[in-house]
T-cell receptor, first 112, second 115 residues
Framework: GQNIDQPTEMTATEGAIVQINCTYQ??????LFWYQQHAGEAPTFLSY????GLEEKGRFSSFLSRSKGYSYLLLKELQMKDSASYLC?????????????FGTGTLLAVQP | DGGITQSPKYLFRKEGQNVTLSCEQN?????MYWYRQDPGQGLRLIYY???????QKGDIAEGYSVSREKKESFPLTVTSAQKNPTAFYLC??????????????FGDGTRLSIL
């Protein structure tokens, strides 16, 4: 079956660093996406990994290990506005299909 | 600006009533998707369409129907057969083709409640 696991909730302090983990077991793998979603709003795209290693984009970085079925999203210099849900999603097929399988999301609370 | 528009933002349904959620995009994307989001369950795929006049069932299609008569539009009908329709519904679009950094782009969602 298809399974993507993330912690349900995390708490961190403003200015600190937080790592949100995602493990996946899918029938195939053709890329992993991270999205940010504020309550009641649309998910917005943060990062994409398809090869092993770290992708850095400003305060946000994402890491992938395909052999371990593992990814993490690293948020540095946390700000109050980073309080949101973070969704991990796997594209498990190639070809013409751009379908994604989503994890349940990790709700991050940033405290002063 | 290009984007995805969902309407209405809030929708109330009476028992036994069908309702239709609108999704329009001007991103020139071929593929469109409908998801349902419940607390603690993440996004679950209802239906998707990769091209006009064609669509496929997702993981939870029972009680829902869609149409794709125009590239820009992908309306979702929640039928009376859907016994637990209260949820946050998200529409997304993307290019077709599963290569490279091609994310799905989301609308702002419609929150459906039962009266």
């Amino acid at each position: 079956g298809q399974n993507i696991d993330q912690p349900t909730e995390m708490t961190a302090t403003e200015g600190a660093i937080v790592q949100i983990n995602c493990t996946y077991q899918t029938s195939g793998f053709n890329g992993l996406f991270w999205y940010q979603q504020h309550a009641g709003e649309a998910p917005t795209f943060l990062s994409y990994n398809v090869l092993d290693g770290l992708e850095e984009k400003g305060r946000f970085s994402s890491f992938l290990s395909r052999s371990k079925g593992y990814s993490y999203l690293l948020l540095k210099e946390l700000q109050m506005k980073d309080s949101a849900s973070y969704l991990c999603a796997v594209r498990d097929q190639g070809g013409a299909t751009n379908k994604l399988i989503f994890g349940t999301g990790t709700l991050l609370a940033v405290q002063p | 600006d290009g984007g995805i528009t969902q309407s209405p933002k809030y929708l109330f349904r009476k028992e036994g009533q069908n309702v239709t959620l609108s999704c329009e995009q001007n991103l020139n994307h071929d593929a469109m998707y409908w998801y349902r989001q419940d607390p603690g369950q993440g996004l679950r795929l209802i239906y998707y369409s990769q091209i006009v006049n064609d669509f496929q069932k997702g993981d939870i299609a029972e009680g829902y129907s869609v149409s794709r008569e125009k590239k820009e539009s992908f309306p979702l009908t929640v039928t009376s057969a859907q016994k637990n329709p209260t949820a946050f519904y998200l529409c997304a679009s993307s290019i077709t083709g599963a290569e490279g950094n091609q994310p799905q782009h989301f609308g702002d969602g419609t929150r459906l409640s039962i009266l």
